[in-house]
């Protein structure tokens, strides 16, 4: 899903440091892979299930953070979200 929205015009500035490696059977990113790991690994966010389907982070964080960016680029951040919600399959 990061990848195609990385792809996508309108969200592309917000995903331009992700580089993917299409090789494989599914587009990898090195940068998003590690950006995961220690967001995992410092319990900003976290995960109930074996399979690391689903992720949850806390409210409060979520809001700290986004907070921190302009009402243009939250306006952004919003529509991506929506989209990206869209593209997974449950």
Known sequence: AIYELKKDPN???LLEQFKFDCSGLYPFSDLLDRVIFRIES?????THNPKYEKYELPKDTLLKVFNSFS???QEKILSMAEKFEKM???
């Open 11 to 13: 969200y592309g500035d």
């Open 42 to 46: 410092t319990c900003i966010i976290s």
């Open 71 to 73: 009402k243009a680029k």
């Open 88 to 90: 997974l399959p449950c």
